[in-house]
């Protein structure tokens, strides 16, 4: 039994959050994602998911999650450096390395995981890290559990960032913090400045690619990809479980940098190897990325399809350059709304609150995926005209 005391304490918080509009609840789902899932005994239209290129679904994907499964089990039954290392990682590992033209790669059972473990892992007391201030949670909980100073420099700013470069003790470690594609706003980080900024001032630069994996650049390869910035970005890290289709996270580098991480990092030492069907599926879902770059081109043309309709009604999307697209409301409560009505309408697209973005810049979220039919985008056009109106955001 609980005692009283912290439970009404916990119902009081609660309910001051309710008075707010930033109670989370789950939405479930109760069919696979897609670009139609049922939800509430209907079908919806979903433009929430970051399976942009509806790899979760794909027949050999799963194929191979249900084969390694077969061969290799449930689970890997310790963490990777005890006995959880098996062929799926191995393989998978490899396979992202080459893909990201890194020597080596090491992989996480999570994106949250990765980010948390690695930057305490690459800079700690006495070291100055600096990092956007729109970058994701986990980046900003991974700045938080390491003993560096930690700064914030406003959102893609770089002559801030140079003015925090230029201001700190000579010689200093530092190390500069962003998204690739930033994951509540869709555009992207200025990667050449930063990387300029970085060189010029000896500090090394550590971009999180979760959703740019898979979606920039020529072949897939990301942000640095899409800037033409390959190979001169030291420390990459993605996430498996958005354009993969799966679970997990890797970070792509140097392979003294990958040998030096497997033996400090503490997400990645102290926890159980994901389970050997999301290694299959991801290495899978790469080799059905890069044999299929027409789910690249079906993405991008049904990005541009909903963009420019959103725009066309009125929509203010920030400066969205990529499948993420958020339409701008300002007040949690309108924004839940907009949502609910969106819903009604058979379409849905999450609000997004604080404190996953800012106060005041509560928005709803639009994904595209390669999935989606130009019927899909016009049905939801029509849905957004109507929502919309309906709280008079158009
Ligand atoms: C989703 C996301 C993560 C977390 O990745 P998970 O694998 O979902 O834990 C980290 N960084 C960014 C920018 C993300 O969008």
């Known amino acids: 039994m609980f005692k009283v005391g912290p439970v009404h304490m916990f119902e009081k918080r609660f309910n001051e959050l309710a008075a707010r509009h930033l109670t989370r609840r ?7 994602v897609g670009p139609v899932v049922e939800m509430a005994g209907r079908h919806i239209l979903l433009l929430a998911s970051n399976d942009y290129l509806g790899l979760a679904m794909h027949p050999e994907v799963i194929q191979s999650a249900i084969e390694a499964t077969q061969r290799f089990g449930a689970g890997a039954g310790a963490a990777r450096l005890i006995s959880g290392s098996l062929p799926p990682h191995q393989e998978l590992e490899s396979a992202l390395a080459q893909f990201k033209g890194t020597e080596a790669a090491l992989t996480f059972s999570s994106g949250y995981l990765a980010n948390i473990g690695t930057i305490p892992a690459l800079i700690g007391l006495g070291g100055l890290i600096l990092a956007d201030r729109l970058c994701h949670a986990s980046l900003i909980d991974g700045c938080r559990l390491s003993a560096a100073d930690f700064r914030i420099y406003r959102h893609n700013d770089t002559s801030h960032l140079q ?7 000579r010689a200093r470690r530092t190390l500069i913090v962003t998204d690739g594609l930033f994951s509540m706003d869709g555009d992207l980080a200025p990667l050449p400045e930063l990387s300029r900024l970085a060189q010029d001032y000896e500090a090394d630069l550590y971009i999180d690619d979760a959703h740019g994996t898979g979606v920039m650049g020529p072949h897939g390869r990301g942000t640095a990809e899409h ?12 996430t498996l479980g958005k354009a993969f289709g799966s679970s997990g996270a890797y970070l792509a580098g140097p392979s003294t940098l990958i ?7 503490r997400s990645f030492i102290f ?11 991801v290495a899978t879902a790469l080799r059905v990325m890069q044999r299929e770059p027409e789910r690249r081109a079906r993405l991008w043309a049904n990005r541009e399809r909903l963009f420019s309709g959103l725009t066309q009604l009125g929509f203010s999307l ?23 009505n969106l819903f009604a309408e058979g379409v849905y697209a ?3 609150r604080p404190p996953t973005v800012p106060d005041a810049t509560s928005r709803i979220r639009v994904t595209v995926t390669s999935e989606h039919t130009p019927s899909h985008i016009d049905h939801a056009l029509t849905a957004f005209q109507r929502a919309g109106q309906s709280v008079g955001l158009i």
Do not use: C, W
């Open 227 to 238: 800037f033409g910035l390959d190979t001169q970005i030291p420390f990459q890290m993605g």
């Open 26 to 32: 789950l939405t479930p789902l109760h069919s696979g």
């Open 350 to 352: 999450p609000a997004i």
């Open 163 to 169: 003015s925090l470069l230029a201001k700190r003790r």
């Open 259 to 265: 040998r030096y991480l497997m033996s400090t990092n």
């Open 271 to 281: 926890t159980t190897a994901p389970p050997p069907s999301s290694a299959a599926a």
């Open 318 to 340: 920030s400066h969205s350059v990529s499948p993420i697209m958020p339409i701008l409301v300002g007040n949690a409560e309108t924004a839940l709304t907009f949502a609910e």
